[in-house]
């Protein structure tokens, strides 16, 4: 008791006195980024030959899968850009490279790695992976003038009122609208819900599917929430789903519970329809204990950013093929994201002729720009969020194989 | 199939693992008055080295359950040296405060150490899935796991009763824990007493993962904090010292986190446990089953 009480109290003063100063200099700088722009073209030529982009992400700890495949993508990015002679502002080319800083999962350590780039005059960043650890630092990039592209931090609420923030994989109220819309479509009318209330990306999830099932008139039988994202037990949430009847559970959690816990408890519960996840779903497979019984995994479906099968365009299909070369394995969402989120900052330096934080800020805001990236060509609406498609993936599991299959179903999208 | 059975249920898969737990903290506190905070990070110990011998024993074609009697060797040779390295030369010179704090050192050191392993790693963990069965009665299912995690406390629990009661050295962890000077004088040797709690307590730990990741299969190097917590109130709740109060404790703890996200709301369910904790120390402050004069085993 003492030791949880201590880390809270801890935790609780940093965050209090970090985000006092980030909100005392917060307006300054976003204030005038078009007229620092004119300057910083000549001024903040980055020194040297290379330019830094910063990078964040939970390389260790439970969400470990999405900050280290992250960290793979935007090497395998920076990789090929200064194979292809680097990043031209002027007539000068520059070589990128990395400074990685593992947040753990933590908001805490989140703010640190913010911190600590900022004070090494990093000016690009990447990250972090959730939307929990990203919220915690935009204020700060924000103030600093710190370009700050998230991969994978979904909730809505990140970029809106951020200038500085941008993000290269859908949002929250884009996948729970997807996901209510697949469930219209297959004819489910029964719909459950099992999420964490105390989660920004479960509980903004959770706002959107159900706001967006409300339109498309789906009946939600029965909504559940558990104390905290790291829960073990989800057996009492699903006897309520088997007892309201419902067909079809939406479940906005992440790979580390569905694969021990959730999936195989909801199945002894007695559920046996289908269970929908959002992004966070994906790696599943690599959480799912020896010994299981595979065919809970059955119809455990999810909304992804991204798919290999479905990938058709020249860049998708290059990426594809030069991250199986290199690392031997076929690439993920966050491969995918983190990779375009090195593109992204390419094309806008070279738009602005500059690698100042600022410059580049202003480049990325232009809405008319499209990306050609791995995970689609979109470009950013007025928030700084993409404007793209989703995929549809769901596990299987054949009665003899040794493990379960992830299929790409379809592409999802809400016209 | 009733709502009302279901929650039961779960409660006591909740709570089998609770009690388990609790009845290593009992024990240690009930010999020599320390609360172990280090124990729930000794089920973390027991978690990973089953992570690594369940798979190596069924390879060899022995049942993957076998291998708790490695991790038990494991854990009490860790709980051994945490003894000789950290609480005993702190128990010479200091008072309880000084112990207590020494177990809070002694469970973030271990759990960092953990994580600085590579082999450990501090990324998570999922082990080998050991009794994964359901039992069918009707409409009503409990799994197996629960079940021997319920029978396997209430085996320890007489079993150490017993050889509290009955057993040599169980007698002299009786003496040493009534009055430590009078046993030195009656030539028990204290510190020998004391390390074969903490073995024992620590080998109770290794028994009580191999529960826990049948029914949770996931090991972290973190997993034994929160644990530890609900497994000390547990301890407490049914009167820390007392064997059958820490099974007691530990049960009703899982069934009231159950009944509350039943019943009332998952958020809520930390809330009821220790509310209920602070009323049952208002009316009975030694807990359920405990003594009010000294604790014994």
Not at chain 1, 97 to 115: A, F, M, P, R, Y
Not at chain 1, 233 to 244: C, I, P, R
Not at chain 2, 6 to 11: E, K, L, S
Not at chain 2, 280 to 294: C, E, Q, S
Request: aromatic fraction near 8%; charged fraction near 15%; charge should be negative.
């Amino acid at each position: 008791m003492k030791k949880r009480f201590l880390s809270v109290l801890l935790t609780g003063t940093l965050a209090l006195s970090l985000t006092a100063c980030g909100a005392a200099k917060e307006a300054a700088p976003a204030a005038e980024p078009a007229a620092e722009t004119a300057e910083a073209t000549e001024a903040a030529a980055p020194e040297g030959d290379t330019i830094t982009l910063g990078l964040i992400g939970p390389m260790t700890g439970s969400l470990a899968v999405y900050g280290t495949h992250i960290q793979s993508g935007a090497e395998l990015a920076i990789e090929q850009i200064n194979a292809d002679g680097g990043v031209k502002i002027g007539d000068k080319a520059y070589m990128l490279t990395t400074e990685v800083k593992d947040d753990q999962g933590d908001s805490t350590e989140c703010l640190n790695s913010i911190n600590a780039l900022v004070s090494d005059g990093i000016s690009l960043v990447i990250g972090s992976a959730t939307s929990g650890c990203t919220s915690a630092i935009t204020s700060v990039a924000n103030s600093e003038g710190v370009c700050l592209i998230t991969p994978s931090g979904t909730s809505d609420s990140l970029t809106t009122t951020m200038d500085y923030v941008f993000r290269t994989c859908f949002k929250d109220s884009f996948q729970g609208e997807l996901a209510a819309k697949y469930a219209k479509d297959e004819g489910f009318s029964k719909i459950g819900i099992v999420y964490c209330s105390a989660d920004t990306y479960s509980a903004g999830l959770r706002d959107a599917f159900t706001a967006a099932a409300g339109k498309l008139g789906l009946e939600i039988v029965a909504e559940e929430s558990v104390a905290s994202m790291a829960e073990v037990d989800y057996s009492n949430q699903f006897n309520k789903m088997v007892s309201a009847g419902a067909e079809l559970v939406f479940t906005p959690f992440y790979y580390d519970v569905m694969g021990p816990y959730l999936v195989p408890q909801a199945r002894q519960a007695g559920f046996s329809g289908v269970l929908l996840g959002a992004d966070g779903v994906d790696n599943t497979e690599t959480t799912i204990p020896d010994g299981m019984d595979l065919s809970v995994y059955n119809d455990v479906l999810f909304v992804n950013h991204y798919a290999t099968e479905l990938a058709t365009s020249d860049v998708s299909s290059k990426f594809v093929t030069t991250y199986t070369d290199k690392y031997g394995e076929t690439p993920n969402n966050f491969d995918a994201l983190g990779y375009d989120a090195v593109l992204v900052y390419k094309a806008a330096m070279e738009k602005a002729g500059s690698a100042d934080g600022a410059a580049v800020q202003a480049a990325l805001a232009d809405t008319s720009v499209v990306y050609d990236c791995a995970s689609g060509t979109f470009s950013f609406d007025e928030t700084g969020t993409p404007i793209k498609t989703g995929v549809l993936v769901g596990y299987s599991y054949e009665a003899g194989a040794s493990e379960v299959t992830k299929t790409a179903i379809k592409v999802l999208s809400v016209e | 199939m009733s709502t009302f059975m279901q929650f039961i249920t779960t409660g006591l898969r909740l709570g089998s693992v609770y009690a388990l737990i609790a009845l290593g903290y009992t024990m240690v506190y009930g010999i020599i008055k320390l609360i172990n905070f280090a124990h729930g990070d000794f089920i973390m110990v027991g978690g990973y080295t089953l992570f690594f011998t369940i798979p190596a024993f069924m390879k060899l074609g022995l049942p993957g359950w076998a291998a708790v009697f490695i991790a038990i060797i494991v854990c009490a040779v860790v709980g051994m040296l945490v003894e000789l390295l950290a609480y005993r030369p702190v128990r010479k010179r200091g008072n309880n405060l000084t112990s207590l704090i020494t177990a809070i050192a002694m469970s973030f050191i271990l759990e960092n150490l953990a994580q600085a392993i590579p082999a450990i790693g501090p990324d998570p963990r999922v082990p080998y899935m050991l009794f994964n069965n359901d039992i069918k009665i009707g409409s009503f299912s409990i799994s197996v796991a629960t079940l021997i995690t319920i029978v396997v406390s209430a085996i320890i629990m007489i079993g150490l009763y017993q050889f509290t009661q009955k057993t040599k050295i169980g007698r002299a962890m009786r003496c040493v824990s009534e009055d430590k000077q009078a046993a030195v004088l009656m030539g028990i040797n204290v510190n020998k007493v004391i390390i074969i709690t903490f073995a024992i307590g620590a080998g109770l730990a290794a028994v009580a993962a191999l529960m826990y990741i049948a029914q949770y299969p996931k090991v972290t190097t973190t997993m034994g904090a929160t644990l530890g917590i609900y497994a000390f109130v547990s301890a407490v709740l049914g009167g820390i010292g007392s064997l059958p109060g820490a099974m007691l404790g530990g049960i009703i703890i899982g069934i009231v986190q159950s009944g509350t996200s039943t019943y009332i709301s998952s958020s809520m369910a930390d809330t009821f446990v220790y509310l209920i904790l602070i009323v049952v120390l208002m009316v009975k402050p030694a807990g359920i089953l405990g003594k009010n004069i000294g604790e014994k085993v």
